[in-house]
């Protein structure tokens, strides 16, 4: 099929960005499912370009997870930087780790997981979107399998529930967030905290 006549809405940076992320996460599946891990990265790309991401910060959310879970890591890390500086950068600040395996965040670990700490100023757009796509899977396999969802998660269901609820106060405060973003994040997590859910 012939490209639409350019200009394009974006450019064929984001295209090499699915690609790359399609290779990266190859083997990979969403967690504690058969579901491929690269619909949460198309996923975490959509809802950032929905909530008016940079072309860079889109990137950034379709390789976010390329450092803390692409091997061998150089080689993933330097896949991610070779989009650029800005991509780089976000994608750095946004890592937790790149060490294998990994460990569990706790409340005990202090502060709040996924918030920029000294690592300088991250693609907001990138931060809440990855969460509120997860926050969402959560809710749709909660309806799907009931509270054996949570079993899924090295920390407690209590402990999950504080994540996102701290994420969700930080991310307020911040007013760097898309406000409407963050508003979806709380009706999502209202979902999470409730005390059941409509299964199908």
């Not at 929905?50 to 890591?73: C, F, K, S, V």
């Not at 965040?105 to 809440?128: F, H, I, M, S, T």
Request: proline share 6%; glycine share 8%.
């Amino acid at each position: 099929m012939a490209a639409a006549a350019e200009p394009w809405l974006y450019s064929k940076r984001i295209i090499e960005a699915m690609a790359a992320a399609a290779q990266i996460h190859a083997r990979q599946k969403r967690k504690g499912t058969e579901i491929p891990y690269l619909s949460h990265l198309l996923g975490t790309c959509s809802i950032a370009l929905e909530y008016g991401a940079t072309e860079d910060e889109a990137i950034a959310a379709m390789l976010h997870d390329a450092i803390e879970d692409g091997l061998p890591t150089e080689a993933a890390r330097a896949t991610v930087w070779s989009f650029g500086d800005e991509v780089g950068r976000i994608v750095e600040g946004c890592t937790d780790a790149d060490t294998h395996p990994k460990a569990a965040l706790a409340p005990a670990q202090g502060g709040v997981p996924g918030e920029p700490g000294d690592k300088g100023p991250l693609g907001p757009a990138r931060l809440a979107s990855d969460k509120l796509h997860n926050a969402r899977s959560i809710v749709r396999d909660r309806r799907g399998v009931g509270e054996v969802v949570w079993d899924r998660f090295k920390v407690s269901k209590t402990e999950t529930l504080w994540y996102y609820r701290s994420l969700v106060t930080a991310y307020r405060a911040n007013s760097a967030h898309s406000p409407a973003l963050v508003a979806e994040l709380d009706r999502t997590l209202a979902e999470m905290e409730a005390p059941s859910v409509a299964r199908p």
